[in-house]
């Protein structure tokens, strides 16, 4: 990955992240307009909505500070033909990325993302107590305008009197499309933790981004569920913004 490209590099769609930071003094905004969670088990439907907003500034050009909240939640839940639906703003996520080196033949271009998500949310959208997360992104590019990313990330939420462990570990592979103003990818994600009740999930997905300006991009994505206990579907819209 080269720092000196002047296009707009989001961390979004998607599970994974870039490695690579916004800039000393670059003000990006990055929206799930909105992201769709789809889920059908034991005759319960249920289906969340949210408005995600991430903001992030560059305080040199390898460290960002982030601001990332689900902004607005929507709950709907349907058995038997009856609805109840319960909406509500989510918790604070504060975080930073810190870029650590560029892509120079086998090594990645690398950056470590810590994070702690305050419980600031609405009763039914918040975790109560402070969930803390450790991403690790790397990144290569490769021949013919396909490039390549690595995630492992762990997470340390409340769970009753205690706490429980959660990893995240995903691969992408994308392309630039004919137009150079379009680009794809596909992931592969597996999820583990010891969450009581909870099981391990996996995910297969993909998306699509369309740079408007070298400032200004739109993406659409989704994920499927490889796994039982976990959302079937995962369906996202965002738009991002560089100021």
Known sequence: MHRSDPRLLTDRPGFLFSSLTVGRGVFQTEW????????????VDTRVTRLFGLVRFGVTQ????????PAYNQSRVRVNGHSVTDSGYGDLEVGA????????????SFALIPSV????????????DPIYQLNAMA????????GAGALAGYLNGPSGDGRYGQGTFA???GRSLPSPKWSAYGEAVYVTTNLAGASDSSFLGGGIKYLVSNDFQLDLS???SLTADSPDWLFGFGIAARF
């Open 32 to 43: 799930g307009i909105p992201a769709v969670t789809l889920n059908s088990s034991g005759g």
């Open 62 to 69: 390898n460290f960002e500070l982030r601001l990332d909240s």
């Open 139 to 146: 990144e290569w590019n490769l021949a013919n305008g396909w």
């Open 97 to 108: 990325k810190w870029h650590l080196f560029d892509n120079q033949g086998a090594r990645p």
């Open 171 to 173: 691969v992408s592979l």
């Open 117 to 128: 998500i305050l419980p600031t949310g609405q009763k039914g959208f918040t975790a109560d």
């Open 222 to 224: 989704f994920d499927r």
